[in-house]
Every structure is written in C-alpha cells, then in structure tokens.
T-cell receptor
Framework: SQQGEEDPQALSIQEGENATMNCSYK?????LQWYRQNSGRGLVHLIL?????REKHSGRLRVTLDTSKKSSSLLITASRAADTASYFC????????????FGKGTKLTVNP | ETGVTQSPTHLIKTRGQQVTLRCSSQ?????VSWYQQALGQGPQFIFQ???????GRGNFPPRFSGLQFPNYSSELNVNALELDDSALYLC????????????????FGSGTRLTVV
C-alpha cells in the first residue's frame, strides 16, 4: 500500500519558474526522501531529510519537513526543461528495515 | 564498479512460467532491495536483504523469492507468473550502518521491464 500522497499529480510550468510539490504521509518516520524518475527508468535519489530536520537544501532543491502535519514539500527553483520527470517522495518508518514506502508521484513538465 | 546494474532490461514471459531477474549492487553497499512498479504507480517494496539475510518483506506472495550473494549481487525469482506481474522491477542498494541509512539514500538500477502474456 502507498504511504505518501503527492500533490499535485501533474504540474506543468515554464522554464525559469519554480516548481513546488507536496507529499503527505501517514505514519511516524525515520526519514523522508525525494526521488526523480525519467520516463519509467530507474529512480535517482535527490535528497534525504531526517525526522529531526526541518529544512534541507541541495543546489536548486529545497525540501521542508513538518512532522506534526506529516507532510513535506520539494521546491525546485529556476526550473529547466531537463527537470521534466516524475518526482516521488518515499518514507522510511521508525524501527524495522530501511524499506522505502513511495507515493504515486508528481509528473512535472517544464516547457522551454 | 559504480552504480547498480540490472539484467535483462526487457523480458517477455508466458503466464505460468518462472523468471529470474539479476542485480549487481554498487560496490561497498551491504543492503539490496527489490521494488515492483506498475505503470503510473509508485514503486512497491517486495523485500530487502542485508548481509545475505532477508530483512523485511512487503505484501507479496511466497512465489516472489530472492537471494543476496556474498558479493552483494542479488536475484529476484518469480514463480507461476501472472498477468498482473507485468511491471518494471527495480533493484536498489545502499550502505546501512548502525546509525541507519546514509544521507545519499538508495542507488537504483534502471530496472527490468517484465511483460507477462
């Protein structure tokens, strides 16, 4: 079963604009990760944020985590056509194995 | 060798047949997981191996089985294939220490596209 729900399901923007994707989840987590997937290929890890962190940056990416609301957001600034992909949030729950529980993803299209 | 490699990239099988998918983990990683991704969905966790022992299993029937070898390569076996097994199968590896997962998360392979007819 899916843990996270990404919102929106699809997003279309112009190059240079910012893209914001949201993720909600259901259980207590150890960490939350964002992945990108191009055209049904393998996933690429973007960023990991731990449950005791509130914000993290990596290049043009900014991730926030609100554990009280069980939600996270991914902001991509100054988007490029190459950012066109599906973006997934994935959670790792407290205790047990380090398995990832994915949402259904947000399909981002960046128009040149 | 860096990265995770999976073979084959595409496979077509007949219902009822058996299939073995292979994965070579990234060098230095001690954990490998397998995921099934149906079209338009997020990946679903099948199982995970840590130092050759199964370390967690998702909601998949026993006809899905796996192995991790001493060199950290891995296999996913599926018996009695069903049409609904058609999906992209992803292998992911990482290094898990006493503090849990490292900040670089999992490294995924490009997947095996399995079609059951």
């Amino acid at each position: 079963s899916q843990q996270g729900e990404e919102d929106p399901q699809a997003l279309s923007i112009q190059e240079g604009e910012n893209a914001t994707m949201n993720c909600s989840y259901k259980t207590s987590i150890n960490n939350l990760q964002w992945y990108r997937q191009n055209s049904g290929r393998g996933l690429v890890h973007l960023i990991l944020i731990r449950s005791n962190e509130r914000e993290k940056h990596s290049g043009r990416l900014r991730v926030t985590l609100d554990t009280s609301k069980k939600s996270s957001s991914l902001l991509i600034t100054a988007s490029r056509a190459a950012d066109t992909a599906s973006y997934f949030c994935a959670t790792v729950s407290q205790g047990g194995s380090e398995k990832l529980v994915f949402g259904k993803g947000t399909k981002l299209t960046v128009n040149p | 060798e860096t990265g995770v490699t999976q073979s084959p990239t595409h496979l077509i099988k007949t219902r009822g047949q058996q299939v073995t998918l292979r994965c070579s983990s990234q060098s230095g990683h001690n954990t490998v997981s397998w995921y099934q991704q149906a079209l338009g969905q997020g990946p679903q966790f099948i199982f995970q191996y840590y130092r050759e022992e199964e370390n967690g299993r998702g909601n998949f029937p026993p006809r899905f089985s796996g192995l991790q070898f001493p060199n950290y390569s891995s296999e996913l076996n599926v018996n009695a294939l069903e049409l609904d097994d058609s999906a992209l199968y992803l292998c992911a590896s990482s290094l898990v220490g006493t503090g849990g997962l490292w900040d670089y998360g999992y490294t995924f392979g490009s997947g095996t596209r399995l079609t059951v007819v």
